[in-house]
């Protein structure tokens, strides 16, 4: 297992158009988590997943936002009707569940950078 | 007010010193403290942890947090080039969705 691989790795797009980006997590991983990072910021959450189901997003995730991850694998994160505002480097990370209480090493992708024009 | 406050640097030190990187938080439920290496074009990569207040060191990594004043402190000794890289401070509550909440980063160089 090479750990968790993001594509693509770069995406440029025009203002308005939807962008969908894809997260392969490491596999016995059964939680995966997607944040964003804007230029001299730390990650900031945005959602995350038990297996296959969504269970809490932030409020950084407007409407335009969705994410998905079905059979509890990969993940895709989608922005539709992209605003400059969304440029960033979006981050997938993924886990093993908490262990008596505490938590699992969460592993980094290398992100998708995204910049709308 | 962020929940966690970063010193953005940068920071620039000589081959072989003794780098300090600090943060500050406000949030009394946090538990748990970690710290991210984040080189440039990369994903972050875990260094350390530390749960509540204490030391933790690993060769030449010194993780300290003192809840009493919420600070949160890494030490590198012997700083070398290889160690240039924007350091992220990180802290989560423990419960059903273990979210990190980052600091800013801090960005290192050392030089030769």
């Known amino acids: 297992d090479t750990g968790v691989s993001q594509n693509p790795r770069h995406k440029i797009t025009k203002r308005g158009q939807n962008v969908t980006f894809r997260c392969d997590p490491i596999?016995?991983?059964?939680?995966l988590y997607w944040y964003r990072q804007t230029l001299g910021q730390g990650p900031e959450f945005l959602t995350y997943?038990?297996?296959?189901?969504?269970?809490?997003k932030s409020r950084l995730l407007s409407d335009r936002f969705s994410a998905e991850r079905p059979k509890g694998s990969f993940s895709t994160l989608e922005i539709q009707r992209t605003e400059q505002g969304d440029s960033a480097m979006y981050l997938c990370?993924?886990?093993?569940?908490?262990?008596?209480?505490?938590?699992?090493?969460?592993?980094f992708g290398p992100g998708t950078r995204l910049t709308v024009t | 007010q962020k929940e966690v406050e970063q010193d953005p640097g940068p920071l620039s030190v000589p081959e072989g010193a003794i780098v300090s990187l600090n943060c500050t938080y406000s949030?009394?439920?946090?538990?748990?403290f970690m710290w991210y290496r984040q080189y440039s074009r990369k994903g972050p990569e875990l260094l350390m942890y530390?749960?509540?207040?204490g030391n933790k060191e690993d060769g030449r990594f010194t993780a300290q947090v003192d809840k009493s004043s919420k600070y949160i402190s890494l030490f590198i000794r012997d700083s070398q080039p290889s160690d240039s890289a924007t350091y992220l401070c990180?802290?989560?509550?423990?419960?059903?969705?273990?979210?990190?909440?980052f600091g800013t980063g801090t960005r290192l160089q050392v030089t030769l």
């Open positions: 990370a993924s886990s093993l569940s908490p262990s008596g209480g505490r938590p699992r090493e969460q592993y």
């Open positions: 596999s016995e991983h059964n939680r």
């Open positions: 997943f038990q297996n296959e189901a969504q269970l809490e």
């Open positions: 949030n009394s439920a946090f538990q748990y």
């Open positions: 530390t749960y509540s207040s």
């Open positions: 990180a802290t989560l509550i423990t419960g059903t969705a273990s979210k990190l909440t």
